[in-house]
């Protein structure tokens, strides 16, 4: 009798170990996705009336072949070592592109800082895969750290900003652009 009561529990056990074996890759497009995830400010107070905002962005990713991020050595050939296209023209080493939108009144308007170009504060963020690994489905979260002087020279305390951020796998795919919730600067 006691082996009529275990048969069904071992053959439960048996039948969930399978299921496990036969899960798939999630199926992710090959063209990288994010989600706007959060954005963060950490002042730091370098003088006696200097301050830094370091403003932390928080995006969430998908990849579906996993080619996310440059290295150091990949910046050196083609066609990351381009000096065009890419980003605002500014070549390819650029994965991470971030325009910040100034508001003014009610409105926000796209923020060139005076003699800057447009991109200057685009970035770049390293391989997200492990090294040696093959291509293969990618997701988790993306943060990109970016110091704003708040000394009048552009950035003034108070000035609130929102920005637009997108990212470029290695295989030039750009994302989607998301847009982040309102930044004080500090006051």
Known sequence: MNLFRTLPAVAICLGGLSLSGCLSAPD???????????????????????E????????????????????????KVAPYNSTTNGFNNRGYAYNYKIQPYKKV???YVRFINTGGVAGE??????????EGSR???LKGTLNYKLPLSVDGAPFFPGDIFRFEITI???ALHESNTVTTTDVTLAR
């Open 105 to 107: 009144g009610n409105t």
């Open 121 to 130: 504060y685009d970035g770049r963020f390293l391989h997200l895969e492990k």
């Open 28 to 50: 992710y497009p090959v063209v990288p996705a994010i989600d706007f995830k959060s954005v963060t400010v950490a002042r730091v107070k370098t003088g006696t009336n200097t």
């Open 52 to 75: 830094i905002d370091t403003l932390t962005f928080s995006v969430d990713f998908r990849d579906g072949d996993g080619d996310l991020g440059l290295s150091d050595d990949d910046i």
């Open 168 to 170: 470029m796998d290695r």
């Open 135 to 137: 291509p293969a489905p």
